[in-house]
């Protein structure tokens, strides 16, 4: 659609599948945060895309289940605010489902078959083997729906969705082809930097993913934070002594200070140097050890998520309230969602019982037949 003045609407989600982590939190949530924080977007939604989730864990909606309560919880306690941010859940939103249908037949299955985010999770999950679920071997379909039927026109997510906003893209083209311009065409943000877009996991190598053992949660506590990066950070292998020159390029606990340490840090914690760079040519130059290293790096990340970990612990002790923020959410968007439903289907001409034109023409019809 083409509005004079288009709202600018944002829309983005999560598959509830687990807690979230730091990859999550500096990937995507602070900027979420930011992004309601600017005050420069009309609407922002964020969906709890369970019934995503569910197309890899039909056998397991217990899990879903479970995870839903934990990714409101992290939403929460990293700075999303319910008064302005709405938080809805994916499954309960009907015209999601029937948005999903309608799209089916603008998307072939070798086009789908070329999306690379699939192929790539088909490979992960042993679908090539085992036989492809239809449910997953459709998802993007469903997050066009998702996307569109908020009518949005940014959509933040990190450099893995691209495939799926150019989906999206191509069946908001082909359907306001078909039916006339009906669909927003959004557009995809993704992360700025190479640490945001891909924080690799503590033990260096993957991203960050809970079946590698290698994340650290944002509701991980002090001792849990302090037991992960001693134990399972390597640093330079060639930095035997600490007189040793030393490496920071691909030294994940240089990785996650640049992704973490600020100047304040360094005041309070490791007042030697002022900033990030002095210490980095101190480790290259030789006479800074690796323990020294781990230890400002645990005081950043405690520092960090402290603030986080206290909102948790409030939120944790008022699932009411929880309950009643992703309630009053997802009518809300039941609401924004059902409207453009409507839309299409008055634009594809469905819309039977909204419309009392068609007895007309169906009288027309009929004695034009006979
Ligand atoms: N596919 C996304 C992920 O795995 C989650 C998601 C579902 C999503 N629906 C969306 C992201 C709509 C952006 C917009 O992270």
Redesign the pocket.
Known sequence: MDNKQQRQII?????PTGRLHLGHYVGSLKRRVALQNSGKFDEINI?I?DD?ALTDNADNPGKIRDNIINVVLDYLSAGLDPKITTICV?SQLPALHALTFYYMNMVTTARLSRNP?VKAEMALRGFEDEGLPVGFFA?PI??AA??TAFD?TL????E??LP??EQTREIVEKFNRTYGETLVLPKAMIPENAVERRLPGIDGKAKMSKSLGNCIYLSDDSKTIKKQVNGKMFTDPTHLRIEDPGHTEGNVVFTYLDAFATDDHFREFLPDYANLEEMKEHYRRGGLGDGTCKKFLINVLDETLAPIRAERARWEADIDSVYDIIRAGTELAQERTGKVLARVQKAMRIDYFADRRIIKEWEELLKKQH
Do not use: C, K, N
């Open positions: 829309l983005t989600g999560d598959r969906l895309a995503q994916q985010t998802y469903s997050q998702d996307i949005a959509v933040p997510v990190g893995d969705q799926m906003i």
